[in-house]
């Protein structure tokens, strides 16, 4: 039986669009996008943000350095947050619902810019902020750059079983990455991969 469901933010509650983020980058950066946007990437500078290994203002300015162009810090956190489109509002209705009958948990391989833009869209979508989204919705969220961990490695569904003292048998994770699902399923954590376009509010009772 499930009692605990822990979602996974981007593509499953949240829609995401990376080519839109991409392409802001090559608008700002031009002939410099690959030496900049592409070397950070393979340098692993995107994935340390979202470990919380340095803050905001140390991830922009290692971007505007590599550039030979004047960047704004703004028009930088724009081009970055381009990649998130919105949380419906059937997603939200759906976690309120869920609130009544599972222990509700967010588990988000995510930065402190995108949860910045996320606390503005819910403001404005949804006249909720992100208080309400994390502790009303949630029993608890889980940010890896909060943690210093991120899925797919064992150690951050070990440190969610255990902070919230969760049996895995009891528990359903649901992420848009296989790899994510496997690392749950390593420790016993119930697994659903979800596929991109499709609605997880009109899913999850199948799933539970």
């Keep these: 039986m499930i009692k605990n469901i ?121 006249k909720r902020d992100i208080r309400y989204f994390e502790q009303k919705l949630f029993q608890k969220a889980y940010y890896s750059h909060q943690l210093h961990l991120r899925k797919p490695n064992k150690d951050i569904y070990e440190f969610v079983l255990q902070n919230a003292n969760l049996n895995p048998e009891e528990t359903l994770f649901i992420d848009d990455r296989e790899d994510n699902i496997e690392g749950a399923r390593s420790l016993g954590i119930k697994g659903y991969c979800h596929s991109v376009g499709e609605e997880i509010a009109e899913k999850i009772l199948k799933l539970i």
């Design 6 to 126: 822990l979602f996974d933010l981007g593509h499953v509650l949240l829609d995401l669009n990376f080519e839109r983020s991409e392409n802001h980058f090559k608008a700002l950066l031009q002939e410099d996008f690959e030496k900049v946007y592409l070397g950070l990437h393979e340098q692993g500078h995107f994935l340390n943000y979202e470990l919380g290994l340095f803050d905001e203002q140390a991830f922009i300015e290692k971007i505007k350095k590599g550039s030979r162009h004047q960047i704004s810090e703004a028009a930088i956190i724009d081009a970055w947050n381009s990649m998130l489109v919105e949380i419906p509002p059937q997603r939200i209705q759906m976690l309120e619902e869920l609130k009544n009958n599972f222990n509700v948990f967010l588990l988000s391989n995510t930065n402190a810019t995108h949860i910045d833009w996320l606390d503005g869209h819910l403001q404005q979508a949804h």
